[in-house]
């Protein structure tokens, strides 16, 4: 078996006096699509979140190569090659599509910004995922799934070696969906470790390598793709066999 890039041992939460995660085991290796499905409420967003330093679990631990990660820490997961695209995009609208880029990351020539060497390496980066986007585009004029793939680009291109995508589709065109694939893909490819959340069928067979199932914060189900029936998945998800 691959070693693993990303593994949780025994993740437990709950808020309020209510469990949410109940010892959750995960593993994901290199060059890999995990899709993280189960209905609303079964604890995929929070265990996201925990893996991020979102969030401190109350037990267990999450590591990355092998080097635990500080529990309730968004810093040090992000030194340690852990990015999360959420729901809510976290891109500037007002900024160009460069600028989001490379926010907090700025090239500089002396005291000044280099946007020149800014937008050609933001331009090289784009055309190296095939993302026909014009690195001087404002980030606000831009569909949601456009401005949903620079944030994956932006990640990539900051080292990130776990790359977590939330509900990536809730929001986008059919036509926006083969974009993402392809990116999603193309990633896979480089090694990346990816956990993809859905409660989509359709996505979990064209992307998912693995699939792994949540249910009311217990881990259910957790096979290669290639092992598991959609009515597996199914079952697994509500806790009954669909009629």
Not at 165 to 190: F, K, N, Q
């Amino acid at each position: 078996m691959t070693a693993p890039l990303l593994e949780c041992t025994g993740i437990t939460k709950s808020f309020g006096g209510v469990p949410v995660l109940k010892g959750v085991d995960l593993r994901l290796e290199p060059g890999t699509v995990t899709a993280l499905a189960g209905e609303n409420g079964a604890g995929k967003s929070t265990l996201m979140k925990i893996i991020s330093g979102q969030y401190s679990a109350d037990q267990g631990t999450v590591t990355v190569s092998g080097q635990q990660l500080s529990a309730g820490n968004p810093r040090d997961a992000v030194k340690h090659g852990v990015a999360i695209v959420p729901q809510e995009l976290a891109s500037i609208e007002d900024l160009t599509v460069y600028e989001n880029l490379f926010v907090g990351r700025e090239l500089t020539r002396g005291p000044f910004l280099n946007r020149r060497a800014m937008i050609a390496e933001a331009r090289e980066t784009l055309a190296v995922f095939d993302v026909a986007i014009s690195p001087t585009a404002r980030i606000g004029s831009l569909p949601v799934g456009l401005r949903q793939i620079v944030e994956i680009v932006k990640a990539a291109r900051t080292g990130a070696k776990v790359l977590m995508l939330d509900e990536p589709t809730s929001a986008i065109s059919e036509r926006e969906v083969e974009g993402l694939y392809r990116i999603v893909r193309r990633l896979r490819d480089h090694g990346v470790a990816m956990v993809y959340t859905t409660h989509k069928m359709a996505e979990i067979r064209a992307i998912a390598d693995r699939v792994v199932v949540l249910r009311d914060g217990g881990l259910i189900l957790d096979k290669g793709i290639d092992d598991v029936s959609d009515d597996d998945i199914v079952t697994a998800m509500i806790g009954r066999e669909r009629s």
